[in-house]
């Protein structure tokens, strides 16, 4: 499984707030946008934009059904726990499901999911080179993501 056998994109978010605060205007558009433009062998894959709580969406989705899950939706432990418990039975095995922001002493409560469900020590992790901040002056670790293969 990788991106050549990827039919179909869902991208879940709420849409609705930016890192500043402020509402977003078309980051949708500009993310099936981004997609499109990778170079990743998406452009001709269904990609759908959904608007939407990360949990609450996953209701809509068969188990067993999904290639590929990248969490980063809320990083308090209880809502980290809710996303996995939602999203795990949807994945296929040998699927993958991502997290971002792990390994950080900003967001702890999603190590703390993790570890609980899954276990820290089963993911492959990986540093982010395109952290960013909205302060030139932060001197803010850059984030980790995980990759969780279902057995």
């Not at 990778?38 to 290639?67: C, M, P, Q």
Request: aromatic residues 10%.
């Amino acid at each position: 499984m990788f991106l050549k056998e990827i039919t179909d994109i869902n991208c879940i978010d709420c849409w609705i707030y930016g890192i500043d605060g402020q509402f977003y205007d078309n980051v949708a558009e500009e993310l099936r946008h981004n997609i499109l433009e990778s170079n990743l062998y998406l452009t001709n894959r269904n990609i759908e934009l959904l608007k939407g709580d990360s949990a609450d969406s996953a209701k809509g989705f068969e188990d067993n059904s999904v290639d590929f899950v990248f969490i980063d939706a809320g990083h308090q432990y209880h809502e980290v726990k809710k996303d996995i418990e939602a999203w795990l039975p949807k994945v296929k095995s040998k699927g993958w499901v991502c997290f971002h922001d792990i390994n950080s002493s900003i967001d702890p409560g999603v190590d703390q999911a993790i570890e609980e469900l899954l276990g820290l020590n089963k993911l492959i992790i990986g540093v982010d080179t395109d952290y960013f901040t909205p302060d030139p002056h932060c001197v803010a670790p850059p984030m980790k993501s995980g990759i969780y293969i279902k057995p």
